[in-house]
């Protein structure tokens, strides 16, 4: 019964783990293939103010100082952009790698639990054996 319900949490992980990996990998491919439309440009980042509602609880000097951190990361951020369709197949190489290591170290650890049950169950065996032969030899 235990080697069934070691197995049962080990392959309801490796689902798991697997739907997340697949799930963040088309989250990735679509942020990615759809990059292109973000490129608009030092207007794209201008647009990224404080909105105007917020800006009355925000102090003036926060606001000025996010402002200038937005014009200054502009350049990276259009940069980045650029960069991302070339970044695209590396993305799904590095997903699916971390996802296969993850996935053997589930398995490992599903052989480990494996084992540990397998000794325990000996060891309970055994006490339980020679307390029968202690209780027979009185």
């Known amino acids: 019964m235990f080697y069934a319900l070691n197995w ?7 689902m798991l783990w697997s739907l997340a990996a697949w799930a963040f990998h088309s989250l990735a491919a679509w942020t990615v293939a759809s990059a292109g439309t973000l490129t608009g440009g030092a207007g794209a980042i201008a647009a990224l103010r404080m909105p105007v509602w917020l800006s009355a609880w925000v102090p003036p000097e926060f606001a000025l100082a996010l402002n200038s951190m937005m014009a200054a ?3 990276s951020i ?3 952009v650029q960069w991302a369709p070339a ?3 590396g993305l799904s190489v590095a ?4 996802w296969g290591i993850v996935s053997v170290l589930l398995v490992l650890l599903g052989l480990f639990a ?3 049950i397998a000794v325990t169950r000996r060891r309970l065996s055994a006490s339980a054996s020679a ?3 202690l209780a ?3």
């Open 78 to 80: 259009e940069t980045a």
């Open 87 to 89: 970044m695209s197949g």
């Open 114 to 116: 494996t084992g540990l």
């Open 8 to 14: 049962f949490v080990v392959v309801s992980l490796l």
């Open 95 to 98: 997903i699916w790698t971390v």
């Open 131 to 133: 307390s029968r032969n």
């Open 136 to 138: 027979a030899a009185r």
């Open 73 to 75: 990361i502009g350049p």
